[in-house]
């Protein structure tokens, strides 16, 4: 059964789940809460569907426009995003296929850049938030233990992100070594 969207795949419509409309979604989400957060790909848009009767589908973060823009809500940019995966205290992680990172949304709707050249450039380059490269990133899942598994499309290979902890953006001198665990240099 139609859970949300009219049956027509085109155009772009918040509201009751009946009469939403979504263009090419491609991925959905369900948090603890039951809210259904869909990836709506050509509209460059990322959704959430409240649970219960009638339920409301709403925008979480995204403009219509293609772009990359970080920021809170409709502020925020995605460029065909793809994929979604929920993490822990309900951040919403999104592959953002054309800017060639992974997002995150806070749970006020603030938008950020986790990993990926900050210039969208393509690549297949290991490292820590904006060292690592991606290639048109399509889907992500994020286990038990925080760790996200990247399906980076162009690049062939199957990408983790270390997604609790910390993390530095810069090399360290010789002889130092980082836990990212811990956050602790040594």
């Not at 569907?49 to 339920?55: F, I, K, N, Y």
């Not at 992974?102 to 050249?117: E, H, K, W």
């Not at 530095?168 to 130092?176: F, N």
Request: charged share 15%; no cysteine.
């Amino acid at each position: 059964s139609i859970l949300a969207g009219n049956g027509t795949n085109g155009g772009y419509n918040d509201g009751p789940a009946a009469t939403a409309r979504f263009t090419n979604p491609t991925d959905v989400q369900v948090d603890a809460s039951g809210n259904i957060f869909i990836v709506d790909y050509q509209n460059n848009l990322v959704r959430k569907l409240t649970p219960g009767p009638g339920g409301m589908v709403s925008t979480v973060a995204g403009s219509t426009a293609a772009g990359y823009a970080n920021g809170t809500g409709t502020a925020a940019q995605f460029n065909n995003p793809t994929g979604v995966a929920i993490g822990s205290q309900s951040v919403v992680y999104i592959a953002d296929l054309l800017n060639n990172n992974i997002r995150r949304i806070l749970p006020d709707g603030t938008v950020s850049l986790v990993a990926g050249d900050k210039d969208q450039t393509a690549g297949s380059t290991d490292g820590i938030g904006t060292i690592a490269s991606f290639s048109h990133p399509t889907d992500l899942y994020i286990d038990a233990a925080g760790n996200g598994y990247v399906m980076d499309g162009a690049s062939g290979v199957i990408r983790k992100i270390i997604l609790t902890g910390y993390s530095i953006d810069k090399d360290l001198p010789a002889g130092l070594t980082f836990d990212p665990a811990t956050g602790t240099i040594s």
